[in-house]
């Protein structure tokens, strides 16, 4: 390819939405461009990109078995009300109504179309198990899009689905999918973790997200520094505290003590001169539009997605004011465990907590020494908080260490949650009618080359690895004036592509500094500098990008290291 002919608007502009790296480089490296919020178009240097990455996981979703199929981004309600998704999301699902009036909505996943494509096509064992991926735009009304296509509404993802006779089946089906994405991300150069995920609203048993590390990245991390425990944060266990006997006799006497206008955590502990750890945070919330009351040690916070899963309900929100004085007969700020009217269930943080401030129920007051079991009574105890620095492993007892991370893929267990709601059900070896068990495996195609930038960057630009680069040489004859420097670039321009390999010559009638720039900032992994001085000599300068060594070698020298050096990056990264 010729770079004067290329659509490749590089830039140094940066757009002032633009808050992270990859977003920053894909707007000035003529990769992307915003057509309205949340929503991007490809240009041609980001498009071969996606290609690369799209190709790699062809590869590997075929070599485990997988079939690729292409299903329809827009999606009849019918199928969304069997499964009962229809109600269950807000705006986030874009719907509309076509003309014959029907309900319809742009998908934003895909579970409830192959459930009914398989359905209707697979009736016996002996068709089972069956593995089917596309490759395909779906649509998420975001109510915040940013990061450029890192979190937008309209992307592509490859989303399969696995389909099996039974869990042991489902089993292997997940596994294969795992070893898939661990080395789809492998050869797309990431270094990645796979961690333990919530399920979310996606149901099912079990899920794991594939992390890109990266300080950028949206999501926090827990590793475990010995044993390989991993999770989102969202979902990481906490060790559970070993119940200590109760000594009541150690029970001091109850105590109201009227505070003012003194209600956050902060407030108590200055008022009455103790710690947070004294303290029990009572937080009301609003589960499928009944009060629960949730209890935490005052130092410690909730984690909803935890406690979402613990209540498995559909709505979880903190309650408002009026909820709050209709279950604590006062407003926020003094609520507490004695006589509330509402279901209480508390973090494990506060099982062995004896002679804690509490909220008394009643405006202006809060009690001093409450206890359970003497002053109040708690039935359901979980492990409901967020994770902490200072926690210990909940596999080894380890310390933890904590990162941030870029999620490029998720692998769910998906169980018979759609197959029985769809009735996807096969006939087993004895004819007995089975439900199917499902699995479902997605990876964000163009999340996946934002996260690549994320790793591999510099005050340059972008430093691609050679597996996903939009090209893996860019020849660069400083002045195409002199005809003996073009004669030699066109030369080694041939040479390298009938080697297969995929060059840019940079043939504008440009300053050197300007095409040097432009090199680092797209991020082409290997430049030939076509000068004077050096050709003089019959030589060029091959620069690696990512390590900014040169090598100055003659015209065929260069051709040989350079075929030589992209395959052994090409197999370094598989
Ligand atoms: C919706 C909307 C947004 C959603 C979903 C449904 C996320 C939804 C979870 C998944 C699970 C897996 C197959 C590929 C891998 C991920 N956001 N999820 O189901 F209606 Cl608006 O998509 N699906």
Excluded at 81 to 101: I, M, V
Excluded at 412 to 432: E, H, P, Q, R, V
Aim: proline fraction near 4%; aromatic fraction near 8%.
């Amino acid at each position: 390819m010729r770079y004067s002919e290329m659509f490749l608007p590089t830039g140094r502009e940066i757009p002032s939405d633009a808050e992270i790296v990859s977003h920053r480089l894909m707007i000035r490296a003529g990769m992307i461009r915003k057509l309205t919020s949340g929503i991007y178009s490809y240009l041609p240097l980001g498009f071969r990109v996606i290609k690369k990455v799209e190709q790699i996981v062809r590869e590997e979703m075929n070599r485990a078995g997988a079939q690729e199929v292409f299903l329809p981004a827009v999606q009849p309600a019918e199928l969304w009300q069997e499964s009962g998704r229809w109600q269950q999301y807000g705006k986030e699902l874009l719907r509309f109504r076509d003309r014959q009036d029907r309900e319809c909505c742009l998908g934003p996943t895909h579970e409830e179309v192959i459930t009914d494509l398989v359905r209707n096509d697979v009736k016996t064992y002996r068709q089972l198990p069956r593995n089917l991926y596309q490759i395909q735009t779906k649509f998420r009304d975001e109510v915040r899009p940013r990061f450029g296509i890192m979190r937008c509404k309209e992307f592509s993802m490859k989303d399969a689905y696995s389909f099996d006779v039974d869990e042991k089946g489902a089993e292997i089906s997940y596994e294969k999918m795992f070893e898939a994405y661990s080395r789809i991300f492998s050869r797309c150069g990431l270094k990645f973790r796979a961690v333990e995920a919530d399920t979310g609203n996606i149901g099912g048993s079990f899920s794991h997200e594939f992390m890109v590390m990266a300080d950028t990245g949206e999501d926090a991390l827990v590793f475990c520094s010995s044993c390989d425990y991993a999770a989102n944060v969202e979902k990481a266990e906490v060790a559970r505290p070993e119940k200590k006997a109760v000594d009541e006799s150690a029970f001091s006497p109850l105590e109201e003590i009227h505070t003012p206008d003194v209600r956050t955590i902060e407030e108590v502990c200055a008022f009455l001169d103790v710690t947070p750890q004294d303290v029990v945070k009572t937080l009301i919330f609003l589960v499928d539009d009944s009060p629960v009351a949730v209890l935490v040690r005052g130092d410690e916070e909730i984690n909803e997605a935890k406690l979402r899963s613990y209540l498995g309900c559909d709505s979880l929100e903190l309650a408002t004011d009026d909820i709050i004085y209709e279950v604590t007969d006062s407003p926020r700020g003094f609520a507490g465990p004695i006589n509330i009217k509402s279901r209480i269930v508390a973090d494990y943080s506060f099982v062995n907590m004896t002679n804690c401030v509490v909220g008394a129920n009643k405006e202006d007051y809060h009690i001093k020494n409450a206890n359970i079991g003497r002053d109040f009574k708690v039935t359901e105890f979980a492990d409901l908080r967020l994770i902490k620095e200072t926690d210990s492993c909940p596999r080894c007892e380890s310390p933890l260490r904590f990162a941030r991370g870029i999620e490029v893929g998720h692998v769910f267990k998906l169980g018979t949650k759609y197959s029985k709601a769809m009735k996807a059900t096969y006939l087993d070896k004895d004819g007995k009618e089975k439900y199917m068990v499902m699995g479902c495996y997605g990876i964000g195609i163009g999340r996946t080359a934002a996260a690549s930038i994320e790793q591999n960057y510099d005050d340059n630009g972008i430093i691609w690895p050679v597996s996903i680069a939009p090209f893996q040489v860019m020849i660069t004859p400083v002045n195409i004036k002199d005809e003996a420097l073009l004669t030699t670039a066109e030369k080694l321009y041939q040479g390298l592509m009938d080697k297969g390999i995929e060059v840019i010559l940079d043939d504008r009638d440009e300053r050197a500094g300007v095409k040097f720039n432009d090199a680092d900032l797209i991020g082409i992994p290997l430049r030939i500098t076509v000068g004077p001085k050096r050709l003089a000599e019959g030589k060029v300068e091959v620069k690696i990008r990512k390590s900014g060594e040169v090598e100055v070698l003659s015209v065929d020298e260069a051709e040989k290291f350079i075929v030589d050096w992209v395959q052994a990056e090409l197999k370094a990264d598989g």
